[in-house]
């Protein structure tokens, strides 16, 4: 159980490394769906086309709306984008970097499976059979004499072996659509190796200080919730351990009077209980609770941050600022300040 613990945190902690992992993951499971699916086209002029481009799209589509899904930073864009500004105001760029860090990685998948099924073409073939023109592949007697029905029914049987008679011809005809296919797949592996390209080396070189401060920013979000969940974790676990304790306190006075007479009780008990009370953070009710959480959503605290300085510091610049001057001398008055004493030597040489 530790081990998976372990993992898990270690998970959490790394989770651009985990999301790149999820869609690798993704991606090889598209490819072995795809090695997996049984084609089968219908062979059929009314719906080769739509069965063909329909394998084509709606699986990547599917995979696209997966990795949103599989993608915990979803909820995390769409609560900064929803709440509301209080005390913080919401920087647009910082939600378009988000969306779009999340959208990169969920296009892996849906750009593997598109890679795959147009390097393979059968559905590039089911699609576009009925397109194909015969008389180019030398058997010109074929089609004599069929009217156009029947030409796009013959057509729509080249992908089936069993229904097509004319070997040689579906051989030819399988071969020269595949091989567009393929140079489709070629072409969209190419156009989608430029995009990324250009995203990743071009876009940092022209607004660097843009992109720096989108980063920095997108990464504080996700640190702040985690951190904002681990405090309330717990101060959950905190305030469920004292409830306890003081249900069966209440309940027992036998062990409310054992408590409160022993007098060799364990230092590490009294640690643990201060470390308790610290965790709680002076909140010890339940409408106080809903009150942070409440005000959290509706009124975050600014990304300003107080220094703290030493108590006497403090106390000198507090006087100064509410008496109006300096060195405790306002308006002719001084207050209690040390006098200092010089000693004054002259010499007669």
């Not at 993704?26 to 009314?46: K, N």
């Not at 990547?60 to 900064?80: A, D, K, R, T, Y």
């Not at 190796?193 to 920095?216: G, H, V």
């Not at 209440?250 to 408590?259: D, K, N, P, T, Y």
Request: hydrophobic residues 40%.
């Amino acid at each position: 159980m530790d081990k998976f613990r372990m993992m898990f945190q270690f998970l959490q902690s790394n989770q651009e490394s985990f999301m790149n992992g999820i869609c690798g993951i993704m991606a090889l499971a598209s490819a072995q769906m795809y090695s997996a699916f049984e084609f089968s086209c219908p062979c059929m002029p009314e719906y080769n086309y739509a069965y063909g481009i329909g394998l084509l799209i709606v699986p990547p589509i599917w995979f696209f709306m997966l990795g949103f899904v599989l993608n915990n930073n979803v909820s995390m864009l769409s609560e900064e984008w929803k709440r509301p500004t209080g005390k913080r105001k919401k920087d647009p760029t910082i939600l378009r970097y988000m969306f779009c860090s999340i959208t990169q990685r969920s296009l892996i998948a849906p750009a593997v499976w598109v890679s795959v099924t147009l390097m393979d073409g059968k559905s590039f073939l089911c699609a576009f059979s009925i397109n194909v023109d015969i008389d180019q592949f030398g058997n010109f007697s074929l089609m004599k004499g069929m009217s156009e029905v029947e030409k796009m029914k013959l057509l729509a049987k080249i992908p089936c072996k069993d229904l097509f008679d004319q070997h040689e011809i579906r051989v030819a005809a399988s071969r020269y659509i595949k091989c567009i296919s393929q140079g489709c797949g070629w072409m969209f592996l190419l156009m989608m190796t430029f995009m990324a390209f250009m995203i990743r080396a071009i876009r940092p070189c022209f607004t660097q200080a843009a992109f720096l401060k989108t980063k920095y920013w997108s990464h504080y979000i996700d640190i702040e919730r985690k951190m904002f969940d681990e405090t309330c974790r717990e101060h959950a676990k905190s305030f469920a351990k004292v409830c306890i304790h003081q249900y069966f306190e209440s309940v027992s006075g036998e062990m409310r009077s054992f408590h409160r007479h022993r007098s060799n009780r364990d230092d590490s008990d009294d640690d643990e209980e201060r470390s308790d009370e610290e965790k709680l953070h002076g909140i010890r009710a339940q409408d106080d609770m809903n009150k942070v959480l409440r005000n959290w959503h509706t009124c975050k605290p600014p990304l300003a941050l107080r220094k703290d300085r030493p108590d006497g510091e403090d106390n000198d610049r507090l006087d100064a600022e509410v008496n109006g001057g300096t060195n405790g001398v306002v308006n002719g008055h001084t207050h209690n300040v040390g006098k200092r004493e010089w000693a004054v030597y002259y010499s007669k040489v």
